[in-house]
């Protein structure tokens, strides 16, 4: 069975062939990430207008780089984002979606991006052992969800303001770096020294929740009062933060949960000291971790595919009169 996903929620145009043994044939992605630079983050407007025209050269080449007929595809099904995401984005993902389905005679099946983010582990080690601690960090969404199988999730703790890829993108931006902020900040903070300025710690409780608000105003404040401070010891004490409150909450949740292994997901997981922690946090509760492929972290087609194959086999297809969710939050996937 071959399934082509397709995903548009944001600023990537993607597209992808994969299979039921979650083989990956093809993943094309196009951003417009450089139209928005210029105004600090995602202009829903131009990322709209972006996907119409890139939806249809990016859906034929992944059917050609897949080595099939991009006239008669041999496909079983085709998987879109359906929501969360910005309602302009998400309707050029999905009435594609539901033209090709008309053309080729397939069925077509509605997928959430976060669900959708929670299979890119899985396309790299389809054999990994349940139950998984998934840590799902994006520019949008932050979520301690425990997986006891592909597909079933309950969601422990998220973010009661800012995601964390937020937070990283408008620190960056009271900083003067580019946009997106993570991988500014990143970069800036290798040559930084973490603690140099000193930040609260936030969300001490014991659920497991998180809040990434209250950590950008004290390095606005801290910045304002020490003006002396280096730029790229700001950056590694905000990363450290950041890092210490995702892995404070981690560890609470394993001390609650047995799990056999622990996972990062979405765009904030490509993060290096967020990577190097959950090793170590890997190391110490003696859990396997899955930590994808930068590729596979951030916005893909592949991932939608994999949990398109999934909902497909347990929910069925959706109908043409299936409607974008701008707001779907992963509780409410059944
Ligand atoms: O999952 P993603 O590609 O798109 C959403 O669904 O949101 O995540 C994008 C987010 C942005 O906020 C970006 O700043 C952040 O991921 N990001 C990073 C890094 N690379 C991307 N944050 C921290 N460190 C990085 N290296
Ligand atoms: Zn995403």
């Keep these: 069975m071959k399934v082509l996903g ?8 993607a597209a992808s062939v994969v299979d039921d043994a979650l083989h990956v044939h093809s993943s094309v992605i196009e951003s417009s990430i450089d139209q928005h630079r210029a105004f600090g983050g995602v202009v829903p407007e131009l990322a709209g207008r972006a996907h119409v025209a890139t939806i249809g050269p990016v859906v034929r080449r992944a059917l050609e780089e897949a080595g099939l007929d991009p006239h008669a595809p ?12 910005l309602i302009g984005s998400l309707l050029v993902g999905l009435s594609a979606a539901k033209a090709y389905s008309l053309a080729w005679q397939i069925p077509f099946v509605g997928v959430n991006h ?5 299979f890119a582990p899985l396309l790299e080690q389809p054999d990994l052992d349940w139950p998984v601690l998934t840590l799902l960090v994006s520019g949008g969404h932050s979520v301690l969800v425990l997986q006891s199988g592909p597909g079933e999730h309950e969601v422990l703790g998220e973010t009661i303001d800012d995601a964390a890829g937020e937070a990283y993108d408008k620190v960056a931006r009271w900083l003067g770096l580019g946009y997106p902020g993570g991988p500014e900040i990143d970069r800036l903070a290798r040559e930084g020294t973490a603690g140099k300025l000193k930040l609260p710690m936030s969300m001490t409780g ?3 929740d998180f809040s990434f608000s209250g950590l950008k105003t ?3 404040r801290a910045t304002e009062k020490n003006r002396d401070v280096a730029l790229a010891d700001v950056a590694a004490s905000f990363q450290a933060a950041v890092a210490e409150q995702l892995m404070r909450k981690m560890r ?3 001390a609650r949960y047995d799990v056999r292994g622990i996972a990062l997901a979405g765009g904030v997981a490509a993060n290096s000291r967020l990577r190097e922690e959950i090793a ?25 595919a994999a949990a398109g194959l999934y909902r497909l086999r347990v929910s069925g297809p959706s109908s043409l009169a299936l409607s ?3 707001n779907w939050p992963l509780v409410d996937v059944a």
């Design 252 to 254: 609470a949740a394993l």
């Design 206 to 208: 014991d659920d497991l």
């Design 74 to 85: 041999a496909l079983d099904a085709i998987a879109v984002t359906s929501g969360p995401g």
């Design 280 to 304: 170590a946090l890997g190391h110490e509760f003696g859990v396997e971790v899955h930590v994808p492929t930068m590729a596979m972290c951030t916005d893909n087609a592949a991932m939608i």
């Design 218 to 220: 004290a390095v606005v």
């Design 114 to 118: 976060l669900e959708g983010h929670l």
């Design 324 to 326: 974008a969710r701008p």
């Design 6 to 13: 397709i995903e548009t929620s944001c600023d990537e145009t």
